[in-house]
């Protein structure tokens, strides 16, 4: 799918991540797509991902964990990875926001699907930097029954070069 946002106010300061994220779950709904799937797969433009079935990885773990509600990919640059050692998954309350697998399940117990805008949906676009949204979207779901993880069986990582090089494109 590929959607474009012309207002004034995104031309000026961007969507930014989390804004982009609300804008393209409630395009979903909009099209009467959003049932049609189990989970969705939020990514940075930046975050990259070893050759590896990432999706199938992921759903696996959502699969055998019924109350885990958003997985993410570890990166080797975490020092959650060294927590992991030969578990494979662990419960967190961070996560980095650069890829999670939420379950469409928890978006409907936590977002705000009554005043579903870019700044009200699941993220809180009005926190432009997005400073401690991983924080909220775990609490909201942990107050709804649903963990959050991180995973070694998929490896993903941020390269911020995209950023310095290529800012203008992005």
């Not at 696996?60 to 050692?85: A, R």
């Not at 609490?139 to 991180?150: L, V």
Request: charged share 25%; aromatic share 14%; with cysteine.
């Amino acid at each position: 799918f590929t959607w474009h946002v012309n207002t004034d106010e995104v031309k000026k300061n961007g969507l930014r991540y989390f804004r982009g994220m609300n804008y393209a779950l409630i395009k979903l709904i909009e099209e009467g797509l959003f049932e049609k799937y189990e989970a969705f797969f939020l990514i940075t433009n930046d975050t990259e991902l070893k050759r590896t079935k990432t999706l199938e990885k992921l759903y696996k773990i959502l699969g055998d964990h019924p109350y885990l509600g958003l997985i993410s990919p570890c990166s080797e640059d975490w020092g959650e990875l060294k927590l992991l050692k030969e578990q494979t998954i662990k419960y967190f309350w961070f996560i980095h926001t650069n890829a999670y697998l939420i379950r469409k399940e928890m978006i409907k117990d936590i977002a705000n699907f009554e005043d579903s805008n870019i700044n009200t949906f699941l993220f809180d676009g009005n926190n432009f930097r997005g400073y401690g949204s991983e924080h909220e979207i775990i609490a909201k779901g942990y107050a709804n029954n649903w963990a959050s993880a991180i995973t070694s069986e998929v490896i993903a990582g941020e390269n911020e070069s995209y950023l310095i090089n290529r800012s203008k494109n992005i």
